[in-house]
């Protein structure tokens, strides 16, 4: 029977095991152990631990994977709202129009109440047909205020539409991310005609990357009024804003902003760029869901296309902004779920 109450030892010799080494392995390996046998005790040494824990709790990851945002658009609700060529109806299309009814004595004999309407014809206050007229009347004024899909309540002029479409690129198109900041320093976004040239200029230059676009995500948000399109337009800039480090290109409404501050750091690359498009505009527009590239051209053209005079806002967000930062795959699955692969 052995003695089993002796505590085992942990401890070991590094001499010991380097003589065994020596005589296990070929000569040629001798040099490898040596220095591997140095190493280990090496890292025996308090201090040294102390030095590799202490830069341990120093590195930041996000710091690594800081990513800056750019940001060039403009708004012009208030202009829209005022616009003298949005006209509400309040009866549908082809509808009963009525005027107020005029009564006076009947001009004709046995009495009773007159009672003309526009048209000057006269029927006896009793009469069961001018019942009938004036409930029927009623029921379609009342059921074309009541819906909500009657043109001739809200016609679709109109309405406010808000689109937003969301791409994600691989890294190497840094090309694409200088076409975006040559547009953001020289845009004018003081003007319709300006908040109309980033749309084309953003469009054009993601048309003609086809091969760089590896994802994509579109949505389209109808609204009955110019307000609830702001409140949409504003929530969806939010959104996008928060997901930026920090914002190191700015260009809206012409005011700029430019920062220098770069965070890069060696041995990461920039893995991939996510650009996405905010439009208000008046009226109802359409862009498809994402499925395939024919899918993203089909919308950029469709963004592309909307006129100026009809456009409220524009919002290009994209990041990175500069060239030298990253955004991690890991980033990219956390900050934007709903991209859809090509």
């Known amino acids: 029977m052995r003695n089993n109450s002796r505590k085992p030892s942990f401890e070991f010799d590094c001499d010991s095991i380097g003589a065994k080494l020596k005589s296990m392995i070929p000569f040629s390996f001798g040099v490898f152990a040596e220095s591997l046998l140095k190493a280990v005790k090496t890292l025996r040494k308090p201090a040294v631990v102390a030095v590799i824990l202490g830069l341990l709790l120093m590195y930041d990851p996000n710091s690594a994977l800081a990513a800056s945002g750019g940001r060039m658009g403009g708004r012009s609700f208030s202009s829209g709202s005022s616009s003298s060529s949005r006209s509400y109806r309040t009866a ?102 300006g908040l109309s040239y ?56 012409n005011i700029k902003k430019q920062s220098t501050t770069s965070h890069r750091v060696s041995g990461f690359r920039n893995e991939y760029i996510v650009i996405t498009i905010l439009v208000a505009a008046e009226g109802v527009h359409k862009l498809p869901t994402i499925n395939g590239s024919g899918d993203l051209k089909e919308a950029l053209q469709k963004l592309g296309s909307i006129p100026s005079s009809r456009t409220l806002a524009v919002e290009v967000l994209w990041t990175p902004q500069n060239e030298n930062d990253t955004l991690s795959e890991r980033e990219l699955l956390e900050d934007y779920p709903l991209l859809r692969p090509l």
Do not use: W
């Open 198 to 253: 980033i749309l084309t200029e953003t469009t054009l230059a993601l048309l003609r990357h086809p091969d760089y676009c590896i994802s994509g995500y579109s949505s389209v948000d109808v609204k009955r009024s110019i307000e609830e399109g702001e409140k949409r337009f504003n929530r969806l800039s939010l959104e996008e804003r928060g997901k930026f480090d920090e914002e190191t290109l700015v260009n809206v409404n």
């Open 92 to 193: 549908p299309s082809g509808g009963l129009s009525y005027s107020a009814p005029y009564f006076g004595p009947s001009p004709f004999s046995g009495g009773g109440v007159y009672v003309g309407p526009a048209v000057g014809v006269g029927v006896g206050a009793g009469s069961s047909f001018f019942l009938i007229l004036m409930g029927f009347a009623a029921f379609m004024l009342v059921s074309g205020f009541l819906s909500d899909r009657s043109e001739g309540v809200l016609t679709a002029t109109d309405k406010t539409t808000v689109l937003k479409l969301q791409i994600g690129l691989l890294g190497m198109a840094r090309e694409l991310q200088r076409d975006l900041n040559l547009i953001a320093e020289t845009a004018d976004t003081s003007t319709t005609e």
